[in-house]
């Protein structure tokens, strides 16, 4: 997507925005340099082959043939660095199925990665979806924001909440991670209404202040829930306005 916008007839935009939120693999963000065209290779200059697992080969990156986009702004939620025991192997790769052993592997490329690329992995905010936030500020020099406020300035809904009675946000799963710079957090903490409601897939941790209902929790099961979202978000609506229209005025 990045290559099709640097080349694209009307030329680079003066700035371009990336979110990143999770990822399917923790490559420290080489997949995307490699579609512009970085090459990463072995001790014997052959091509190491797609996902972290062979970044403990890396030797060196051609940055011969890379496309370099203009001004990039990356929006994220996530604080944990590259690496280490709060990074990006050992966080969030377990969500992808990564075992113990995947871990340490991953964790030890993703070490590689940083001494060849030399910038700083331990930034906050770098293992963003699978270290790709590494990339894109180590070698594209972007600029590294917190997502949430970013999207609520620029959409006014930090305004709107200043005349708002009622908030209504969620997510997949709602847990203590909610409040941790994601838009579930940030969200309820804009000023302005008095009612603040949460609605999720599932909910562990309901944060504080709010009214929180979990469609898993209103349709039995999480198989339940899956199999019909439509109606178990309808529940979740109704029970709200019912809970928020039932409350005495203040």
Do not use: N
């Not at 694209?8 to 490559?27: F, K, M, N, Q, Y």
């Not at 070698?139 to 949430?148: E, K, N, S, T, W």
């Not at 999720?200 to 929180?212: K, L, N, Y």
């Amino acid at each position: 997507m990045l290559r099709t916008i640097v080349e694209r007839p009307a030329g680079t935009p003066p700035e371009i925005l990336v979110g990143l939120g999770g990822s399917a693999s923790t490559d420290g963000g080489t997949g995307l340099l490699t579609a512009l065209g970085a090459r990463f290779l072995d001790a014997t200059g052959a091509p190491l082959p797609p996902g972290g697992g062979s970044l403990r080969r890396l030797a060196r990156i051609d940055w011969s043939g890379l496309v370099r986009p203009g001004p990039i702004t990356v929006l994220s939620d996530v604080t944990a660095p590259l690496l280490g025991a709060e990074g990006a192997a050992a966080v969030f790769g377990p969500q992808k199925g990564a075992t113990e052993a995947d871990i340490e592997a991953l964790d030890a490329g993703l070490a590689r990665l940083a001494d060849v690329v030399g910038a700083d992995p331990w930034q906050p905010g770098m293992g963003a979806a699978g270290g790709t936030a590494y990339a894109l500020v180590g070698a594209l020099q972007a600029r590294l924001v917190p997502g949430a406020p970013y999207v609520a300035a620029a959409t006014g809904l930090v305004t709107a909440a200043r005349s708002a009675d009622v908030l209504i946000t969620g997510e997949g799963k709602v847990d203590a991670t909610s409040d941790l710079g994601k838009t579930v957090g940030h969200a309820l903490g804009l000023a302005g209404p008095s009612q603040r409601i949460v609605i999720g897939g599932a909910i562990d941790t309901a944060p504080a202040g709010c009214r929180a209902y979990s469609l898993t929790d209103l349709a039995g099961s999480t198989h339940a829930a899956m199999g019909d979202p439509q109606r178990w978000l309808i529940e979740a609506g109704r029970r709200a306005a019912t809970d928020v229209a039932d409350e005495p005025a203040s």
